[in-house]
């Protein structure tokens, strides 16, 4: 891996009911730049609006430090047990403990350990492009509450 030159934020969420996590680009600041809102106004919210899509079940939202930038093609496969971000998918996003990217014939499919519940995922890539993988550390704050009560001081 290569050492990050500019220091950014990256927000990871965590799903309920051991569905897989995922995460989103943020920014260096303590608010998220591109959270457009809650589904409903309760809390926990039903969902996160943000500019990419809508991301239902959310119990956590947690922000992370980039430590280290690659991609598949330079480490399909993770050197040590950490936390990684895969990037394999412009909206969705996977936070691995230990990942590797299986190239057979003309399939390729990344398994990784689940970062938040611990299990074995795997699934097939639809494409032969190389994606970026990000080492990060992840604060263990959960900011969900936060973000939601900010968000909803500011817009009412």
Known sequence: ??????PKRIWCYF???GRPTACWSGTSSSSLSDLRGF???????????TDASVRYGVAEVHQATLLDST???RQPRSRSPGTY???????YKVCA???????????RTVTYIDAHDGKAYDFPLRTSRPFRIHRVEINPVNVLRD????????HG
Not at 147 to 154: F, N, P, S
């Open 15 to 17: 799903s309920v009911r």
């Open 39 to 49: 589904v409903d106004s309760g809390y926990p919210p039903a969902g996160i609006v």
């Open 97 to 107: 403990r230990v990942y590797s990217v299986k190239i057979g014939g003309r399939s």
């Open 85 to 91: 971000v895969l990037e394999f998918d412009p909206v």
């Open 71 to 73: 991609d598949s093609r």
């Open 1 to 6: 891996m290569r050492p990050c030159r500019i």
């Open 147 to 154: 973000l939601w009560e900010d968000w909803h001081r500011k």
